[in-house]
């Protein structure tokens, strides 16, 4: 649920952990902005340092009973139109399995790059990636959903950023760190 006062801002920010994600409109106009196509220099810029290509950004503003559709890892922001009574918009986030490989890239990148997203990255999050590992790798590769992932070589593509995940989980489990702690050492010892 997301309740504000007209006038309210959400900053540029991705969902965590690579969830797509809706929201309807039920109270309120509603602007839904977002950044169009970065490229991956624009992407990694807004990782270091939260800066968008403003010239990239494009809204719509949603008033009461329509809805939009997120997909995992789009740059955006919520704003409430200032001469706009109170909001009240519902949502919620899915993971499509057609969608997984975004999905995963996405939430390593959550992992790496934690103030990008809305929320904390937490333990349970990786868990969930690993009960992903754990349907896909029961898929048999001849299986309808295997081709929405994207045949045989996206199902090994989904169970490399898994095991990726796994050595997370392994790490925080092992050392009693936080995950962020573990990020930190494994980026130090990639840098050394």
């Known amino acids: 649920m997301l309740l504000a006062q007209g006038g309210a801002i959400t900053l540029p920010h991705e969902d965590a952990f690579g969830d797509d994600t809706y929201l309807v409109n039920?109270?309120?106009?509603?602007g839904f902005g977002w950044i169009s196509r970065p490229t991956s220099e624009e992407r990694k810029r807004f990782s270091h340092n939260l800066s968008v290509?403003?010239?990239k950004a494009r809204f719509s503003v949603l008033r009461c009973g329509e809805a939009v559709f997120?997909?995992?890892g789009t740059i955006h922001f919520i704003f409430r139109l200032p001469f706009s009574n109170n909001t009240l918009m519902f949502g919620g986030h899915i993971l499509r399995w057609s969608g997984l490989e975004n999905s995963l890239e996405v939430a390593l990148r959550h992992f790496e790059n934690?103030?990008?997203?809305?929320?904390?990255c937490q333990q349970h999050h990786l868990q969930i990636i690993l009960e992903v590992k754990s349907i896909v790798g029961l898929q048999k590769n001849d299986n309808v959903e295997i081709e929405w992932l994207g045949g045989p070589e996206g199902r090994q593509r989904v169970l490399r950023l898994c095991q990726v995940s796994q050595r997370f989980l392994d790490a925080v489990i092992a050392n009693r760190l936080s995950t962020q702690d573990v990020?930190?050492?494994m980026k130090a010892r990639l840098n050394s």
């Open 183 to 185: 990020i930190r050492k």
């Open 70 to 72: 997120v997909r995992g």
């Open 26 to 30: 039920y109270a309120g106009d509603v």
């Open 53 to 55: 290509p403003l010239e």
């Open 114 to 120: 934690p103030d990008t997203t809305n929320e904390d």
